[in-house]
């Protein structure tokens, strides 16, 4: 089983429409992450979470939210689908507390398409 | 933020070393220099970091200038599997991993 876990793996949804991206890990890091890549493009930081308690807005956090349910799970939304946020979105996770020695740890991806 | 500056793409035969160069002049004293690479639809792996002395580990070896303002990711042997997107990132104490567009490598068989 992969040790981050994103669902789904694509999602097709229309304009306007609220649309919630899940990420779940299994490696008992504190630190998560979400990231969009577009075609060409390099990853893109949306948010990310030190703790349970803790979020932190990254470049592109601009129309959408997360949610930290859990250590083990975070939660990406979109509150109202547009066609620019078409892109294929990364969760990762992190080993490390404090330092710039950190590994991240990605998952599979979801794919979104936004009509 | 920290740039770093790579090649678009390079091209390599397979069974031949590579070497991915990286240009960050800004890098401070505390930076590290990381290296991740994105195989076809799958997320960015971890390839191999360094401060200041050379690293080797089971992937690749990282040899970094004295000055550290520029790094080079060393493949031993390029292999099919290697085909992917390399990132060079400079991560600062207390930041977030800032990733640019990376470089294209293209292995021939």
């Known amino acids: 089983d992969a040790d981050v876990t994103q669902t789904p793996r694509n999602r097709i949804t229309k304009t306007g429409k609220r649309i919630m991206l899940e990420c779940s890990q299994t490696?008992?890091?504190?630190?998560m992450y979400w990231y969009r890549q577009d075609p060409g493009l390099g990853l893109r930081l949306i948010y990310y979470s030190f703790d349970v308690k803790d979020i932190n807005k990254g470049e592109i956090s601009d129309g959408y939210s997360v949610s930290r349910q859990a250590q083990a799970k975070f939660s990406l939304s979109l509150e109202s689908a547009i066609p620019n946020q078409t892109a294929l979105y990364f969760c990762a996770t992190s080993d490390s507390r404090g330092t710039n020695n950190e590994k991240l740890f990605f998952g599979s991806g979801t794919q979104l398409s936004v009509l | 933020d920290a740039k770093t500056t790579q090649p678009n793409s390079m091209e390599s035969n397979e069974e031949e070393p590579v070497h991915l160069p990286c240009n960050h002049s800004t890098i401070s004293g505390t930076d590290y220099i990381h290296w991740y690479r994105q195989l076809p639809s799958q997320g960015p792996e971890y390839v191999i970091h360094g401060l200041t002395s050379n690293v080797n580990n089971r992937m690749a070896s990282l040899a970094i200038a004295e000055d550290r303002k520029s790094s080079t990711l060393i493949l031993h042997r390029a292999t099919l599997r290697d085909a992917a997107v390399y990132y060079c990132?400079?991560?600062?104490?207390?930041?977030?991993?800032?990733f640019g567009a990376g470089t294209i490598l293209r292995v021939k068989s």
């Open positions: 990132i400079l991560h600062k104490y207390g930041n977030k991993l800032v």
């Open positions: 490696k008992g890091h504190d630190r």
